[in-house]
Structures are given as C-alpha cells and as structure tokens.
C-alpha cells in the first residue's frame, strides 16, 4: 500500500507559479499511475493531471493545459506539478492520487479510478 504526501503550496500572485510535489512511500511506486486534482470550497473534486507509470503519457485537463506540467522521478518516489501562469480561479486543495496500473500506456482522469490519496496541499492565488 502506498501512502502520498503533498507540499509546495502557498500564496502567489496572479500570473505566478508553484512547484507542486507528491511523495510516496510504501509500495511499488514505479507500478503507480499517479493523477493531481483540486477542489475549491463549494465544488467538486476535479481533474488536473495525470501521468503514466513509466512517465510516457500524461494528460491535462483543458482549463490547465499549457501552464501546467506534470512529471515524475521513479528513483526518487516523486510526482511534481509544475504550475505557471496561475489565476485566481486555480485556487483550491490540490490533491495527488495513486492506483496501479497495468500498462505504462494508461492514463487516469476520474476521481474513482484512484484508490489512494495524500491529504492536500492549498494553492491561494490573490488578484
């Protein structure tokens, strides 16, 4: 079982960026799709990022595509999200999650194809 803990939240200005990262530990990691996804008060748990076991294929939700980057480092057990140009509207709770995966050529985009989560790190973005 592999647990997820995520840092680099904080305060940006509008226009800013942060470098999100997601720790694991426990478990195979490099057998883990891993997926990010945020939730501002009020509304759903929504999709960000998600990336491949081995790295090879990720994916972006249209609202991030372009000023987000999702990647990882299998040797150091570690997802980042690279955030760039951040609005005010990308302000929520940024979660990453895992489930293993069968072929490095999938991908994940729902919040119920993951099984495991860390407990959120917030993204505050001020006008």
């Known amino acids: 079982q592999v647990q997820l803990a995520e840092s680099g939240g904080g305060l940006v200005q509008a226009g800013g960026s942060l470098r999100l990262s997601c720790g694991a530990s426990?478990?195979?990691?490099?057998?883990?799709?891993i997926g990010w996804f945020r939730q501002a008060p009020g509304k759903e748990r929504e999709f960000v990022a998600s990336i491949s076991r081995n790295g090879a294929i990720t994916r972006y939700a249209d609202s991030v595509k372009g000023r987000f980057t999702i990647s990882r480092d299998n040797a150091k057990n570690t997802v980042y999200l690279q955030t760039n140009s951040l609005k005010p509207e990308d302000t929520a709770v940024y979660y990453c999650?895992?489930?293993?995966?069968?072929?490095?050529?999938?991908?994940?985009?729902?919040?119920?194809?993951?099984?495991?989560w860390g407990q959120g790190t917030q993204v505050t973005v001020s006008s």
């Open positions: 426990g478990g195979t990691f490099s057998s883990y799709a």
């Open positions: 999650a895992a489930r293993e995966s069968p072929s490095g050529a999938w991908v994940y985009t729902v919040v119920l194809q993951y099984r495991y």
